[in-house]
Structure formats: structure tokens, C-alpha cells
Nanobody, 115 residues
């Protein structure tokens, strides 16, 4: 089992930037591709970025070119650099394995993009 703790969210104006971090407690992190997911009110949770164990990234079309995912296997962390934020990026953001495993979701971190 892996425990996930997200941080770094906040309120930012359109066009601004945020960097999200996720710390994974558990040895299975190093063997799992990881993803950042988000869930906006009234919408389903969606995968926005993922990264393999050898650091190969993939992005949803909605964030490609604006978001950058990275990981540090030595520190069991995965990060999401978010630039040029838009109001439609407003959501609770979570990290988890991709594809999902039998890991509990963390509490998430709220990102609000508003002027």
C-alpha cells in the first residue's frame, strides 16, 4: 500500500503558475507509472498528465504545452508544473498510479484560477 499526500494548490489569476507536489509513502512508488488527476465540481475525475518509471511523460490535450510532469524516484515525489493557467483548470488535483492500483486517494489539493 502507498499513501499519497498532495500539496501546492491555491488561488491564482488566469495566466499564472502553480507547482503541485505529491509525496508517496511506500516502496511501490518506484515501480509505478504515476499520474496527476483532477476533478472539477460536477465532473468526473480525469487524468491530465502521467509519467512512466523512466520519466517518459504524457499529457491530456487540454494541458499539453502548459503543464509539465516530473518525478524524483529517490525522494518518492511526483510534481506538476502548471503554467498559463485558465479558469477551466480549476479543480481538486490528485496524484495516483497510472493505471490505477489498489492505492487510496490522498486528500488532493485545490487549484482555483480566477481573477
Amino acid at each position: 500500500q502507498v499513501q499519497l499526500v498532495e500539496s501546492g494548490g491555491g488561488l491564482v489569476q488566469p495566466g499564472g503558475s502553480l507547482r503541485l507536489s505529491c509525496v508517496a509513502r511506500g516502496s511501490a512508488f518506484s515501480f509505478a507509472a504515476m499520474g496527476w488527476y483532477r476533478q472539477a465540481p460536477g465532473k468526473q475525475r480525469e487524468l491530465v498528465a502521467s509519467i512512466t518509471t523512466n520519466h517518459s511523460p504524457n499529457y491530456a490535450d487540454s494541458v499539453r504545452g502548459r503543464f509539465t510532469i516530473s518525478r524524483d524516484n529517490a525522494r518518492n515525489t511526483v510534481s506538476l508544473q502548471m503554467n498559463s493557467l485558465k479558469p477551466e483548470d480549476t479543480a481538486a488535483y490528485y496524484c495516483n498510479a497510472d493505471p490505477l492500483r489498489n492505492w487510496s486517494w490522498g486528500q488532493g489539493t485545490q487549484v482555483t484560477v480566477s481573477s
